[in-house]
């Protein structure tokens, strides 16, 4: 498939051979029976601190914009735990992965839409 394609029956967009899409990423990062969270707990990304944000630059981090949450730190739920919303992963050592616990380049982020350096934009012109 070319990127941009829909893959995963239409759950994704192709993104240079693979099919980024959020519950796979929630999966590989808390195991089998992790799925995506609310999309109030999206909202985090908004703050711009702490772990909470979609760009990160010399060292400043930004705060996502309200249409671009769903590109920054992805939000998982754990076998229908309730108890603790809205769980996150960050790499503790920042000369590591920053992207780390971050949604993935390439995902779907609204309809028609994927994460592209962390803005959401046209599936059609993200390539």
């Known amino acids: ?7 995963l029956n239409n759950h994704g967009y192709c993104y240079n051979g693979n099919c980024p899409i959020m519950l796979h990423q929630c999966i590989t990062l808390f195991g089998l029976g992790a799925t995506v969270d609310h999309d109030a707990c999206f909202n985090n990304n908004l703050k711009g601190q702490g772990h909470f944000y979609c760009r990160r630059e010399n060292g400043r981090i930004f705060p996502c914009a309200p249409q671009d949450v769903k590109c920054g730190r992805l939000y998982c739920k754990l076998h229908n735990d309730n108890a603790y919303p809205c769980r996150y992963k960050y790499s503790d050592d920042y000369s590591e992965d920053l992207d780390f616990g971050m949604v993935d380049h390439g995902t779907i982020c609204a309809v028609g839409r994927v994460c592209r350096n962390r803005q959401c934009v046209d599936v059609n012109t993200a390539y």
């Open 1 to 7: 498939h070319r990127n941009g394609q829909p893959c």
